[in-house]
């Protein structure tokens, strides 16, 4: 079975920085992609970044150049560096991997932009 859990998210103040971790664990087969959604308050869960095998990311527009996303493949880990924080980014983050086999969610962490 895999687990992953999410650590780092909390409430910052408007250009602040947080840093968001998901290490998975369990039987894991290739994983492929890395990443992050995230849901805010009456909106739709939105993809925020996503991270192939190979290191290749994609960002949603609102947050390109503030928000860098990694992997370390050895662990099994995804990073989220989030950077000059907007109110506009309070949700509920979710990370995800996708292996050979399926896609398993994180249990989401709640990050709050607030002053």
């Known amino acids: 079975q895999v687990q992953l859990v999410e650590s780092g998210g909390g409430l910052v103040q408007p250009g602040g920085s947080l840093r968001l971790s998901c290490a998975a664990s369990?039987?894991?087969?290739?994983?492929?992609?890395m990443g992050w959604y995230r849901q805010a308050p009456g909106k739709e869960r939105e993809l925020v970044a996503s991270?192939?095998?190979?290191?290749?990311?994609k960002y949603v527009n609102s947050v390109k150049g503030r928000f860098t996303i990694s992997r370390d493949n050895a662990n099994n880990t995804v990073y989220l560096q989030m950077n000059s924080l907007k109110l506009e980014d309070t949700a509920v983050y979710y990370c995800?991997?996708?292996?050979?086999?399926?896609?398993?969610w994180g249990q989401g962490t709640q990050v709050t932009v607030s002053s």
């Open positions: 995800f991997i996708v292996d050979a086999l399926r896609d398993y």
């Open positions: 369990g039987t894991i087969f290739s994983i492929s992609r």
């Open positions: 991270i192939t095998s190979g290191s290749g990311s």
